[in-house]
């Protein structure tokens, strides 16, 4: 029991720790710049991922020796957008089950989250639900599903299931790899380009996206298939699946 208090303390000293640094951060900023902020969450079990994929997208290298998460990390991203600087306060939660108590002071008021599981993993795809109805039950939230790993050989998600799933609940989909970098920054300025600060005004998405790539030195968001690229190809497959439900496999076919 002693070994468990002290455990949790060090655990709420990190979060406290956490609080102290995106403060002094902020009291950094210029205060004759208008700054928008806006809170973005990562979810899933653990190790599907979420530190790798955060870690491209605020542009830092990836590491195959990551620790599992504790608690809750964080991180952040400034963009510029017309005159304008946006900063992205980016949530990384630990996937396991004892730390889910300390998500949803951390879903409350978010703009996005990202529910993320591994495509290798069956196991993970299995928990999307839970979690995206344990999202639903804290915040009335943009969630976008996110497939990661797809540089792996071996599959046990394929992308017409995830799509299949993103359709059902109205979500949005993306497969990337955080190793690759494969799909990264195209999903993330995808995301964040609904977001009312650059949505309102903006005419047309595709264009949006691309000016928001152009002012934050982005020359090409699209490393590998982009956001309909991904969801034909999951059709496709969707569409194959289902012509061949009923028959049998022909010999030496995994599909």
């Known amino acids: 029991t002693n070994f468990s208090f002290l455990f949790l303390l060090f655990e709420n000293r990190k979060i406290i720790k956490i609080y102290k640094m995106e403060e002094s951060h902020e009291d950094s900023v210029d205060n004759s710049i208008s700054v928008t902020r806006h809170k973005i969450i990562f ?11 955060i870690n491209r997208i605020v542009d830092n290298p990836f590491s195959e020796s990551y620790e599992m ?5 964080f991180m952040s991203k400034n963009l510029r957008y017309h005159g304008q ?7 990384d939660s630990a996937g396991q089950e004892k730390y889910k108590g300390l998500i949803p002071s951390y879903v409350r008021n978010s703009s996005i989250v990202f529910v993320v599981y591994d495509v290798s ?49 109205g979500l949005a989909f993306f497969e990337v790899s955080a190793k690759t970098n ?19 005004g ?3 998405k595709e264009n949006l996206i691309k000016e928001l790539q152009q002012e934050n030195g982005v ?31 022909k010999k030496g076919c995994g599909c």
Do not use: H
Not at 43 to 53: H, M, P
Not at 228 to 244: G, I, P, R, S, T
């Open 202 to 204: 903006a005419s047309n």
């Open 85 to 91: 600087n946006i900063k992205l306060q980016i949530w």
């Open 43 to 53: 979810v899933g079990d653990a190790g599907v991922g979420k530190t790798c994929i």
């Open 182 to 200: 494969e799909n990264v920054k195209s999903m993330f300025y995808t995301a964040v380009a609904d977001l009312p600060t650059f949505a309102e």
């Open 121 to 169: 993993s069956k196991a993970s795809f299995t928990n999307v639900p839970s979690w995206i109805n344990f999202i639903k039950s804290i915040e009335n939230t943009t969630i976008i599903l996110c497939g990661n790993k797809i540089d792996l050989t071996t599959r046990e998600v394929q992308s017409y299931e995830g799509q299949q799933f993103a359709q059902k609940e």
């Open 69 to 73: 998460s504790i608690g809750v990390d």
């Open 219 to 249: 020359e090409n968001v699209s490393e590998g298939n982009n956001p309909n690229e991904q969801k034909q190809q999951a059709n496709n497959a969707l569409n194959v699946n289902n012509q061949n439900v009923g028959k049998k496999p």
